[in-house]
Each structure stands twice: as structure tokens, then as C-alpha cells.
């Protein structure tokens, strides 16, 4: 094993695109809904500059939500997670991964108090 810097900054968003077999007991994301969100995402994140525009936006396997009225995603560091609907809440959702971004950014810049852990509370009172 060995340690290589990460081609990413600030953070990572992981957008759920599993989709299991009609009749699943449990309802899931859906690959069209969350590589659509995903890739929706990561555009304009990178299109609106800031440290949201250097993060990574990935789709992952469930994230163990399993929602049935949207799409599960998780911003880290961190633990927010949000179930979004992926056409209606595209800009609501990019604000959130806007400001958490900026809160790790200044929090890496050294501003504001508390370091990363002060930043993640911050965030979760929102
Ligand atoms: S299927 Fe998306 S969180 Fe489980």
C-alpha cells in the first residue's frame, strides 16, 4: 500500500444509482435517476466554480436509504445525507454540496474555528 495525493479537494459526493429487479421488496434509486443526478451534478458543480467545482462527484451502490420518493445522496466529509428528487431538487441539492464545500475549504484554510470537526457540526445544524 502506499499513499498517492488525491486528484480531488474538499470532498466527495456520492449519488446512489442501484437499481434492483422489479418486484424487489425494498425500492431503490434507480440507475437512470441517479447516474442522471450524478452527472447533472458534477457539471454544475465544476460550471459554478468554487471549491464545489474541485470536489468529486461519484454514483455509488446503495447507500442503505433504499427511498422511494427519490434518489439517496451522501456529501462527505461528514455525514449529511439527503434523499432528492432528481429533476425537482437538481438546484437545491448543488447549493448543499456548494456550502458544504466552502465550509470544508475555509475549515482547510484554517478559518472560522473549531477545524473540520467545528465545520461538520456547523454543517449539520443547518
Ligand atoms: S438503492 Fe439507493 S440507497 Fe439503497
Redesign the pocket.
Known amino acids: 500500500m502506499r499513499e498517492t495525493p488525491a486528484p480531488w479537494k474538499h470532498g466527495v459526493v456520492l449519488v446512489?444509482n442501484?437499481e434492483?429487479p422489479p418486484g424487489a421488496p425494498?425500492?431503490?434509486?434507480g440507475r437512470a435517476a441517479?447516474t442522471g443526478l450524478k452527472s447533472w451534478l458534477k457539471d454544475a458543480a465544476r460550471e459554478g466554480g468554487g471549491p464545489a467545482a474541485e470536489c468529486r462527484v461519484l454514483n455509488s451502490t446503495?447507500?442503505?436509504?433504499?427511498?422511494a420518493d427519490g434518489?439517496?445522496v451522501a456529501i462527505l466529509p461528514g455525514d449529511e445525507v439527503l434523499v432528492a428528487d432528481p429533476v425537482a431538487d437538481r438546484q437545491a441539492l448543488l447549493a448543499r454540496v456548494q456550502g458544504h464545500m466552502e465550509e470544508v475549504a475555509r475549515q482547510e484554510g484554517g478559518g472560522g474555528g473549531g477545524g473540520l470537526r467545528g465545520a461538520l457540526d456547523r454543517l449539520r445544524r443547518r
Do not use: E, Y
Request: charged fraction near 20%; include cysteine.
Open positions: 446512489c442501484n434492483r425494498k425500492p431503490s434509486c441517479g446503495c447507500l442503505d436509504l433504499c427511498p434518489v439517496a
